[in-house]
Nanobody, 125 residues
Framework: QVQLVESGGGLVQAGDSLRLSCAAS????????MGWFRQAPGKEREFVAA????????YYADSVKGRFTISRDNAKNTVYLQMNSLKPEDTAVYYC??????????????????WGQGTQVTVSS
């Protein structure tokens, strides 16, 4: 069974940085494309960033492009989301997701097979 555990969330001020981590309990982490999504209160879950199995391709939502960076360490079974220049509108629960499928639609939540429990990020103004 695949388990994804996020960490690194917290309460920060606007302009600060946070790094989220997602550790995966899988045999071969490089078999999985990985994504980060977020959900703010009263809103639908939205795509934030994704990374291909090899790490050579990355994808970002327009709202975070240039501020957030997704990366992965396949030796540590971990994907990261470095978040800089945080804004109050980045406040949300952030979820890590894993896609084992052959085709890959990085921005589509339904493409992902496994999800973590989420970690809260709160950015105060």
């Amino acid at each position: 069974q695949v388990q994804l555990v996020e960490s690194g969330g917290g309460l920060v001020q606007a302009g600060d940085s946070l790094r989220l981590s997602c550790a995966a309990s899988v045999r071969t982490f490089s078999d999985y494309a990985m994504g980060w999504f977020r959900q703010a209160p009263g809103k639908e879950r939205e795509f934030v960033a994704a990374i291909s199995r090899s790490g050579r391709s990355t994808y970002y939502a327009d709202s975070v492009k240039g501020r957030f960076t997704i990366s992965r360490d396949n030796a540590k079974n971990t994907v990261y989301l470095q978040m800089n220049s945080l804004k109050p509108e980045d406040t949300a629960v952030y979820y890590c997701a894993a896609d084992l499928g052959g085709g890959y639609s990085p921005r589509t939540s339904t493409a992902y097979d496994y999800w973590g429990q989420g970690t809260q990020v709160t950015v105060s103004s």
